[in-house]
C-alpha cells in the first residue's frame, strides 16, 4: 500500500493573519492543505484569497464551539445562536443531549458555503476535534459517506501512543476514539487517514 503524507494547517478563515501565515506556509512549499472555518471573522478573507492558490487542497474545518451558527439556534447554541464552548459541547455529548439532526443541519449548512463559493472540499476535520464525540461523528458520518466525502480522524500513531503512557488518560481517550471511529466507519464505509500526528 502506498503511503502518502499530508500536511495540513486548521483554522483557515478564523482571521485574516491566519489566513496568510498559512498561505506564506504554502508558499514556502510546506503544506498540502487547509481546513477553512465558514463561520469566523477572516472566512470571507479566506474565500477571497484562496483562489490565488489552485494547488491548495481546501477542506472544511467544521466548527461548532467559536462563533455562530450557520443554520440557527439549536441544542448546539444558546438562544442567540452562538456557540458554546468546547466542554459544554463534550458535557453535553456524554449526556447524550446531542441531537443528530442538529449536528446534520449544520454540517450541511456549513459544507454549503464552500460549495457556493466554487470550492469542492476535499475532506473535512474539525475544530478543536469535536468530531471525535461519538455522538457528533455518528451524525457526520452518514452525511459524509452520501458526499464521499473523507474524514480526517484523530488516529496516533502507534509509536506515539507508546510515547505518550506518561499521560494515561490522554492514551486511553485517543484508543477510545479510535474505535469507536472504526464502529462507525464500518457501518458507513468513509476515507479516512490511517494516523495522525498533531500539534494541537
Known amino acids: 500500500?502506498?503511503?502518502?503524507?499530508?500536511?495540513?494547517?486548521?483554522?483557515?478563515?478564523?482571521?485574516?493573519?491566519?489566513?496568510q501565515a498559512i498561505f506564506e506556509v504554502f508558499e514556502a512549499g510546506?503544506?498540502?492543505?487547509?481546513?477553512?472555518?465558514?463561520?469566523?471573522?477572516?472566512?470571507?478573507?479566506?474565500?477571497?484569497?484562496?483562489?490565488?492558490?489552485p494547488a491548495l487542497g481546501v477542506g472544511l474545518h467544521f466548527c461548532l464551539t467559536e462563533g455562530t451558527s450557520l443554520s440557527g439556534p439549536s441544542g448546539l447554541t444558546g438562544p442567540d445562536g452562538s456557540?458554546?464552548?468546547?466542554?459544554?459541547?463534550?458535557?453535553a455529548a456524554v449526556?447524550?443531549?446531542?441531537?443528530?439532526?442538529d449536528v446534520v443541519r449544520e454540517l450541511v449548512a456549513q459544507l454549503a458555503v464552500l460549495e457556493?463559493?466554487?470550492?469542492?472540499?476535499?475532506?473535512?476535520?474539525s475544530h478543536q476535534h469535536v468530531h471525535m464525540l461519538p455522538a457528533i461523528l455518528e451524525a457526520m458520518v452518514p452525511v459524509l459517506?452520501?458526499?464521499?466525502?473523507?474524514?480526517?480522524i484523530v488516529a496516533p500513531p502507534r509509536a506515539a501512543l507508546w510515547s505518550s503512557w506518561s499521560?494515561?488518560?490522554?492514551?486511553?481517550?485517543?484508543?477510545?476514539?479510535?474505535?469507536?471511529?472504526?464502529?462507525?466507519f464500518?457501518?458507513?464505509?468513509?476515507?479516512?487517514?490511517q494516523a495522525l500526528v498533531s500539534i494541537h
Open 145 to 152: 459517506r452520501e458526499r464521499d466525502l473523507p474524514m480526517r
Open 83 to 91: 456557540f458554546r464552548p468546547r466542554p459544554e459541547l463534550a458535557k
Open 30 to 53: 510546506n503544506l498540502s492543505s487547509a481546513t477553512l472555518m465558514v463561520n469566523m471573522p477572516g472566512t470571507k478573507d479566506a474565500l477571497d484569497r484562496v483562489g490565488a492558490y
Open 116 to 125: 457556493e463559493a466554487g470550492i469542492p472540499p476535499t475532506h473535512v476535520d
Open 1 to 19: 500500500m502506498e503511503r502518502v503524507l499530508i500536511v495540513n494547517a486548521d483554522d483557515l478563515g478564523l482571521c485574516p493573519s491566519v489566513n
Open 186 to 193: 464500518a457501518r458507513a464505509p468513509t476515507p479516512t487517514n
Open 95 to 101: 449526556k447524550c443531549r446531542v441531537r443528530a439532526p
Open 167 to 184: 499521560r494515561p488518560r490522554k492514551v486511553a481517550k485517543q484508543a477510545l476514539n479510535a474505535y469507536l471511529a472504526d464502529r462507525a
